[in-house]
């Protein structure tokens, strides 16, 4: 029932940025949590970052603190993902998840996944 759909992924170059979105929808949205995650190939799925839906609350990987921005626009249903800076090692599929429970960085916790979008940074 519930739909997520990610976009803006794309080639960049290091240290430049991206703005992933991810459009969801729902008859009745019961998501508490929204989160991104990436996996690259031969990789296991990585938390990014993620976003109480209704609360401000956010956490974040070690490895994006300070250069990824996670977002939410209600109305729109909305999730975004502002990266800057970005790293050789940032290059992977970048999926955007929901959750109907609290705050968490596990995969396992969330309920919906989007399709993914390819993230690519070259030097």
């Known amino acids: 029932q519930v739909h997520l759909v990610e976009s803006g992924g794309g080639l960049v170059q290091a240290g430049g940025s991206l703005r992933l979105s991810c459009a969801h929808s729902?008859?009745?949205?019961?998501?508490?949590?929204m989160g991104w995650f990436r996996q690259a190939p031969g990789k296991e799925r990585e938390f990014v970052a993620a976003i109480s839906w209704i609360l401000d609350n956010t956490v974040y990987a070690d490895s994006v603190k300070g250069r990824f921005t996670i977002s939410r626009d209600n109305p729109k249903n909305t999730l975004y993902l502002q990266m800057n800076a970005l790293k050789i090692g940032d290059k992977a599929v970048y999926y955007c998840?929901?959750?109907?429970?609290?705050?968490?960085?596990?995969?396992?916790?969330?309920?919906?996944w989007g399709q993914g979008t390819q993230v690519t940074v070259s030097s």
């Open positions: 729902g008859r009745r949205f019961s998501t508490t949590t």
């Open positions: 998840a929901a959750s109907r429970v609290a705050l968490n960085i596990v995969a396992t916790g969330y309920n919906y």
